[in-house]
């Protein structure tokens, strides 16, 4: 239970510190992905499929497109992706990541991949 815990917390501090560090923003739900002003970009499309591979349970199958997608298309937008991608799995209940074949652990140790991408 304290392993759960502290996994938690770091997995909170870490997504605010990514968000901070990408847009300056606290919260990765306040971060756009393109302004209203800009056509659908390939990156904000992704998202709405990786949105539904959630809603699907295929959280894995979400995160290795992810990955295929960061080899891609690097840059700002597709990191901002993963971000959103790593915050929305960590709201899920744990019975919801177990149905999925997912851990808390495994959210922590995917953004903090995306750290050291950042930080390339």
């Given at each position: 239970?304290?392993?759960?815990?502290?996994?938690?917390?770091?997995?909170?501090?870490?997504?605010?510190?990514?968000?901070?560090?990408?847009?300056?923003?606290?919260?990765p739900?306040?971060?756009?992905?393109?302004?209203?002003?800009?056509?659908?970009?390939?990156?904000?499309?992704?998202?709405?499929?990786?949105?539904?591979?959630?809603?699907?349970?295929?959280?894995?199958?979400?995160?290795?497109?992810?990955?295929?997608?960061?080899?891609?298309?690097?840059?700002?937008?597709?990191?901002?992706?993963?971000?959103?991608?790593?915050?929305?799995?960590?709201?899920?209940?744990?019975?919801?990541?177990?149905e999925?074949?997912?851990?808390?652990?495994?959210?922590?140790e995917?953004?903090?991949?995306?750290?050291?991408?950042?930080?390339?």
């Amino acid at each position: 239970m304290l392993k759960d815990s502290y996994v938690t917390n770091e997995t909170e501090n870490l997504i605010r510190y990514l968000s901070g560090v990408l847009c300056g923003e606290d919260d990765p739900d306040d971060i756009v992905i393109d302004r209203e002003d800009e056509p659908v970009s390939e990156e904000a499309a992704f998202y709405s499929d990786i949105k539904r591979k959630i809603s699907e349970k295929d959280i894995n199958g979400a995160e290795n497109a992810l990955y295929d997608m960061l080899e891609q298309l690097p840059g700002t937008k597709i990191l901002i992706v993963a971000l959103k991608f790593y915050s929305d799995i960590s709201r899920l209940d744990d019975i919801i990541l177990s149905e999925c074949d997912f851990t808390r652990t495994e959210i922590l140790e995917g953004l903090q991949e995306i750290e050291k991408l950042i930080n390339c």
